[in-house]
């Protein structure tokens, strides 16, 4: 058997550049995939984890009758004293913090532009929305009291021209079906990072925005963040009550989570394309060297080596190649993902309404997918020398004898 | 004891639609011990006796026995296990395996027969001196002279001690000094462990080694002379 390696290594060796390229096309189609599953695995980890932070939080509770694509702000749709449940649901033990807020829509003009907006009211002192505080790239944060200012992301400050103090004038859809219209204020301008967000979000404070939509003491949502997210379903179960519906973030989310299982279908086939070239110049590079060895093979069949030795020895090659090749692959693709891991891929802004795609990708490779991706890698490569080396194994000596070389 | 019987065998290559008789029908006997040599011009059909005697290949018709088994019928594993103790080959060409050192070519066999690690290093090392390159085991083949290659060809076909050694103009490829000299190593082996050899040559230099000559043309046998000759 160590004979049998050490054979196949000085095999190898007699051709250092092409068992190199061999080699490296293993690699590069190892690092091939390991590259696509962390940027997979990266981008929808980070847009559920955006999704849950910035939209939907681990879990909602509405109204039994509210209906989120209609934005409805009819009293018998909206959650009466928010306050009051909020604070009910806040005492929960897996809860970190709960908050009322108010969907509305409508629109932001300026003298010459206008843009149709979403207008989230908001408890500004909850910590569930920290992460819009922390994304402050300009002026200050709403406080409670605040009549007439908002704040507005970047993508739509860039899109309409506007600074921090610029008047604006809102438009938004009132619980009587009407629609006011309100000079405001803007205070400040945040950025989350994902254009698909900042380009149709203003925030208010939640008393103003009920005042503009005439929902006094009324909200669409209680908004739940959790310690932790694999509790989600326990604090739904603990929710259940007869006057609300209550939602989790994978009942939310949806469209993402299947978005991300077609996408890991895709992907798999883009797996198999990439192994099959890959197995290709393997099965080509051993091809190549049983011709070029075809008198050897007589020479060891001559003095009794049987065909499953033979069949060893170029699978011992095949293997030799895997190993390499998988090395090479490893420190490949281990060298790209972890300056994607770093410095993230720009994809600008692609964000769509309901899909928080962040401008910037970050790679994220699981040791899930490194052992798979480089299981199946070494087993293709094994099997692509299979073909090669019963063709070996299966020369008459006689004829094999007869070879030029 | 008869090393090799060939009983009545023809072998018929079908090559397209052409079909040619290397052997028409030869029969022979070979003793332990022996140092014969199958002569005949190119396509009279030793290339293909040898073959047929080295279980490389199958006979069309007849029999052939290795030390009173019939080998005609084995499988191509069979065939393998029957070459890998009894048979050696020396072959035209210097067929040693260029990626291991003359050592390792010679330790091929050895391995192959479940030889240990300190019985293959003496017998490698007994039989390197024996062709005089104890000094070059760890050479390989392309740091070898042609004289030099076959020589250790010679030594790996001994090494699992078997009970004939096959070669195929074995001096073809060389000069004279250094054909002379393989032919002195083989006879000189010949008598010191007397193992039985054959071989096919046209060059008549090489045919004065020989104790008995056996002569084939068309793929018959027509001269054998000095049959069960040892000395």
Redesign the interface.
Known sequence: MI?LFK?AF??L??NRRRSFFSALAVGMGLALLLLVAAFIQGEFSSTIDSTIRLQSGHLQVRAKSYDESKTSLKWEDLIENPDQVAAQVASLAPVKVSTPRLYASGFVSTVDESSGVRIFGIDPQSAANDPYRDGMVSGSFLTADDREGLLIGQTLADKLGLKIGDQISLSVNTSNGDVDEQPFTIRGIYSTQIGGFDGITVFLPLAKAQTITQTENHASTIFVLLKDNAQTDAVVVALQSPDYQVLSWQKMNEIILQTETMANSYISLMYLIVLAITASVIINTLIMSVYERT??IG???????????ILGLFLAESSLLAVGGVILGLILGGLAIAYFTKYGFSIANMGVTGILIGNTIYTQLTMKDTVTLTIMTFVVTLLAGLYPAVMASRM???EA?RAEK | MEVTKIDNVTRVYNIGKVETKALRGVTLSIENGEFTALVGPSGSGKTTLL?LI?C??QPSSGHVYINGKDVSSLN??QR??M???TI??I?Q?F??????SAYENVE??L???GYTAKERHDRIMELLKAVGLADRANNRPDQLSGGEQQRVAVA?ALAPKPALILADEPTANLDTTNGAQVMEIMTRLNQETGVTFVFATHDPRVINYARRVVTLRDGLIIENNGAGKKD
């Open positions: 004979q054979m000085r095999d060796g007699r008198r050897e020479i060891l069949s001559a003095i009794g080596m049987k065909g499953s030795r008459e000596p006689v004898l | 073959q080295g490389l290949d191509r594993n393998a296990d070459r890998r103790g050696g080959f072959f060409f067929a040693l395996i260029p990626t291991l091929m066999p391995l192959l027969n790996r």
